[in-house]
């Protein structure tokens, strides 16, 4: 039970801070943040191993020339999330399972 519940802190700590760093780039890009600037470097250079999957599969707009809507950091957030729950969900039905076996109960599905 105690090893179950460390893996999914585990996974929520991972897909967390990997779609917390998605959404800082999000807003950096968002509000025309300067290439030029050291944080803004070091965010984009954790971030591009994350977007990797999905570069080139939508466009990313300027708006007023400086400001950009990253669609593909948008649709990389929502794949993140969704894969995050799927990992969850498969681990609570693996823990389910096991658990049974192990106990003799079955359940009344």
Do not use: C
Request: proline content about 5%.
């Amino acid at each position: 039970m105690r090893t179950a519940k460390l893996h999914i802190h585990i996974i929520h700590f991972v897909f967390g801070a990997a779609v917390g760093m998605l959404v800082l780039r999000l807003i950096l890009k968002l509000l025309g943040a300067s290439p030029d600037a050291a944080f803004a470097i070091w965010t984009y250079a954790i971030t591009r191993p994350l977007l990797a999957p999905f570069l080139g599969m939508f466009p990313s707009p300027l708006i007023e020339g400086r400001f950009v809507v990253e669609f593909t950091t948008l649709f990389a957030i929502v794949a993140y999330l969704v894969l995050q729950y799927l990992i969850i969900e498969l681990l609570d039905f693996i823990h389910e399972t096991t658990h049974s076996k192990n106990t003799g109960k079955k359940d009344s599905k």
